[in-house]
């Protein structure tokens, strides 16, 4: 079984100043993992996805994640963030070919502050 | 626009109701994925369809079910409906094979009353 921690269910942050969501996974298995992010009234886009091969993930919008095997972590950070990226984020995991059967975190609620 | 497309786009029912919501899959897709998401809460799954088949399934009881079409659009039917049923329900598509992305709709937002 897998479960993902979202350690932080709301972060505001100043535009233009940097932000790190953190997200930790646990599992048994060997697992890849993602994060989405939703917009009000809408379903869900992908940032970002570790698959395997280097541990540092660049997505689009300017995110990037690093995966740590050792501390289970996968959080997601942004060097200067805007308005636009006010949203909720979630971090998910699932199981190599398994069609992508997520198992999500609860949620990080960014806000950003003109 | 991710070529997944879910119907109806908001829905109210009441509670003990049957209620059926549909997905069309991004063309080509060959698994449909459906997820509940709470208020408030990240996405649960539901189960997935694979060539018609149910191929997986999250914590939910068996009055959660569905179908899969040939065309591989999507069903998710739920009998007896509870208050606690009310959430956004989303589908996802993808290739079962390799490490392709998954596609979400927009969702059906639910309420039973």
């Known amino acids: 079984a897998q479960s993902v921690t979202q350690l932080d269910s709301q972060v505001p942050v100043f535009e233009e100043a940097p932000v790190e969501l953190r997200c930790n996974y646990s599992s048994s298995v060997s697992v890849y993992l993602f994060w989405y992010v939703q917009y009000p009234n809408q379903g869900l886009q992908l940032l970002l996805k570790?698959?395997?091969?280097?541990?540092l993930v660049k997505g689009i919008n300017g995110f990037e994640a690093e995966f740590n095997k050792s501390q289970t972590s996968f959080h997601l950070r942004k060097p200067s963030v805007h308005i636009s990226d006010t949203a909720e984020y979630f971090c998910?995991?699932?199981?190599?070919?398994?069609?992508?059967?997520?198992?999500f975190g609860t949620g990080t609620s960014l806000t950003v502050i003109p | 626009e991710t070529g997944v497309t879910q119907s109806p786009t908001h829905l109210i029912k009441t509670r003990g109701q049957q209620v059926t919501l549909r997905c069309s899959s991004q063309?080509?897709?060959?698994?449909v994925s459906w997820y509940q998401q709470a208020l408030g809460q990240g996405p649960q799954f539901i189960f997935q369809?694979?060539?018609?088949?149910?191929?997986g399934r999250g914590n939910f009881p068996p009055r959660f079910s569905g179908l899969q079409f040939p065309n591989y659009s999507s069903e998710l039917n739920v009998n007896a409906l509870e208050l606690d049923d009310s959430a956004l329900y989303l589908c996802?598509?993808?290739?079962?094979?390799?490490?392709?992305?998954?596609?979400f709709g927009q969702g059906t937002r639910l309420t039973v009353v």
């Open positions: 063309s080509g897709h060959n698994t």
């Open positions: 996802a598509s993808s290739w079962v094979e390799g490490n392709t992305e998954a596609f």
């Open positions: 369809y694979y060539r018609e088949e149910e191929n």
């Open positions: 570790y698959l395997s091969g280097s541990t």
């Open positions: 998910a995991v699932s199981q190599p070919n398994t069609g992508n059967q997520f198992y």
